[in-house]
């Protein structure tokens, strides 16, 4: 048989890499996954016309593995992914945002768990979140995602929120565009992993949680999901959605919203510096917490509503 008819290979893993004006990062990202020991990958770098060096970074890698594309993406990142997407050829999908990076055997041992679940339709694990803290110091913490109901993974996902970090998924590629890919719908920017991954339990409940960080997640930069007031605009139009989805005797009152919704719209106010805001918002998440019986939040909640009350007391000592 000629090279000219021989089939091609058959990739395991695509890897999905969105980008813009990271050139300060994404070398990091990109190296991350030339140290993984797993080695049938695909590489699609997505980027969003750039208007600094990242592309010369990109170009500067001898790796066939490592595939460029330029795509104008309108400010809509679930657009580039869904492009990474169109363009993939492997069996799993995997994300790695450009200012993330990932651990050395991040693959290794996700493949080990799909060999133990090869129908699997979803898995993710816990991260370690890079950030700064009020005296601007760099610090570092796991952040634990929770396990996901195995028998309810949709009504979980719904209740209590989303866990599931972007650039610690791998999914399988024939579900992802079973679902259409993210919703490239403006409204929901900045939400639309959550409903992505919404759509996809409600299709197959085989999701898989790795309690071990294999994700270093930034968020010292210009993250995109640090832009709070996106973020509160959107909320509401991600509740009005979801409410929509659900049973018709589900939901249907202030008193039955899930706790995480104004958890999440508490959290935006204080990084905005509303606290008298933040602190109304954290004592609601706080009833509903216990209307629902969700108590994983309430130590949480009792927390940071303690912290926005000092902040708002220093304030108006300060007046």
Same mark, same amino acid.
């Given at each position: 048989m000629s090279e000219a008819n021989k089939p091609s290979k058959k990739i395991r893993m695509s890897i999905i890499m969105p980008t813009y004006n990271r050139a300060s990062t994404i070398e990091r990202a990109i190296d991350s996954v030339l140290c993984q020991k797993i080695e049938d990958w695909e590489l699609i770098v997505v980027d969003?016309?750039? #208007?600094?060096c990242t592309q010369q970074i990109v170009s500067q890698y001898s790796d066939s593995r490592i595939k460029y594309t330029l795509f104008r993406n309108d400010g809509v990142i679930a657009a580039a992914r869904n492009e990474g997407i169109k363009q993939s050829i492997g069996e799993y999908l995997a994300f790695l945002d450009s200012d993330d990076w990932w651990h050395p055997n991040k693959l290794v041992i996700s493949l080990e768990w799909i060999s133990k679940c090869p $129908? *699997? %339709?979803l898995l993710y694990s816990d991260h370690i979140m890079k950030y700064h803290d009020d005296s601007n110091t760099l610090r570092q913490r796991r952040i634990r995602s929770r396990k996901i109901n195995p028998f309810n993974p949709y009504n979980d996902l719904l209740m209590k929120g989303n866990t599931i970090t972007t650039s610690t998924v791998i999914?399988? #590629?024939d579900? $992802?565009?079973k679902i259409g890919g *993210?919703?490239?719908d403006r409204k929901i920017i %900045?939400?639309?992993d959550y409903y992505a991954w919404l759509s996809l339990a409600q299709i197959e409940s085989r999701i898989v949680h790795i309690a071990k960080p294999l994700v270093y997640y930034d968020y010292t930069g210009q993250n995109y999901s640090k832009n709070g007031k996106v973020l509160l605009e959107n909320i509401k139009h991600i509740s009005s959605i979801l409410y929509n989805n659900v049973d018709s005797n589900k939901l249907v009152t202030n008193d039955c919203r899930p706790p995480w919704i104004l958890y999440q719209k508490a959290l935006v106010y204080a990084e905005e510096c509303n606290y008298r805001q933040s602190f109304k918002c954290f004592i609601?998440?706080?009833?509903?917490? *216990?209307r629902h019986g969700e108590i994983n939040i309430?130590?949480?909640c009792l927390y940071k509503a303690l912290k926005v009350s000092l902040k708002q007391l220093k304030r108006m000592r300060e007046e």
């Open positions: 969003n016309y750039s #208007t600094d $129908m *699997f %339709g999914v399988r #590629t579900l $992802m565009r *993210f919703s490239e %900045g939400w639309e609601s998440a706080l009833y509903l917490a *216990f309430i130590p949480k």
